[in-house]
């Protein structure tokens, strides 16, 4: 079973924003880093342009039981960052997994067993 950890530090966000590979859809964006360890770290970021307080925490917690629920289909040893778009205050569970699902094969980063 795979362990993921949070990406809180700044200078760790900066570095991943910088050196890391980056795609998009319509509600999220990707950054992504290899971090030549076992584990992945996930940091999700979402801003106030999206909403106040009580929606930026719902797409936090969207996002994170997405990852949380697909963990095995992603690669080991990366760093990820998943970023919030506008459009992702519009829109439920189900969309927010389509559109995780889609940007882990764009980085070629999910592996469906």
Do not use: P, W
């Not at 996930?42 to 930026?56: A, D, E, H, T």
């Not at 963990?71 to 459009?87: H, N, P």
């Not at 889609?102 to 999910?110: A, E, V």
């Amino acid at each position: 079973m795979k362990y993921t950890k949070s990406i809180k530090k700044n200078h760790d966000f900066q570095k991943i924003y910088k050196q890391g590979k980056s795609y998009a859809n319509k509600y999220l964006v990707m950054y992504v880093l290899e971090n030549e360890k076992n584990e992945n770290r996930l940091g999700i970021s979402v801003s106030k342009k999206v909403g106040n307080s009580v929606i930026r925490h719902r797409i936090t917690r969207l996002i994170r039981e997405a990852y949380r629920l697909s963990e095995l289909f992603f690669r080991c040893g990366i760093d990820i960052i998943i970023v919030a778009r506008v459009a992702a205050k519009e829109i439920n569970y189900f969309e927010i997994k389509s559109a995780l699902k889609h940007l882990g094969k764009l980085h070629q980063i999910y592996i469906r067993k």
